[in-house]
């Protein structure tokens, strides 16, 4: 029984479109110039233009003067939540109420090991945890210390490719 249904598929009525021939006729609607146009670069072989060449006309992002540079100072972080925090102390994830880096690399908080972690306030905190981490937000700070927890902030060195 089932090889007779296998038998029988058929795409849904509508759902596959023929592609259109082009270049194949008069009376197909698309013969002659096969929707190219007359000469020019574009109805030629091989015919590709950028995607922002305009013509000959100076392009859109030359036209807009630059601005702003890139910091070769910036500070990357780790942005991990207080509600993250309290989500994975239920969990069952932090056995000795102590968390650091490379305990929430370890938990799936962060998914890089090498750039610093920075605590943010978003969110409530139940739980009385020390926390080790790059940067703490004030309101972080404020609400791991307000349930009798500990805010320590540890330095960006980073040794064999492991975060302290």
Known sequence: MAASLLSNLHYAKGS???????GRGQGSGHGGTATRGHKGAGSRSGAK??????????????RVPKFGFHSPFKKEFQIVNLETLERLSVAGKFPESKVNPRLLYSVGAVSKKNVPIKILGDGELKATLEVSA???SKTAMQKIEGVGGKAITISHSVNHGKVN
């Open 16 to 22: 596959r479109k023929r592609v259109k021939r082009i």
């Open 134 to 136: 790059h940067a703490f």
């Open 49 to 62: 233009f950028r995607p922002w060449f305009e013509g000959g006309q100076m392009p859109l992002i030359r």
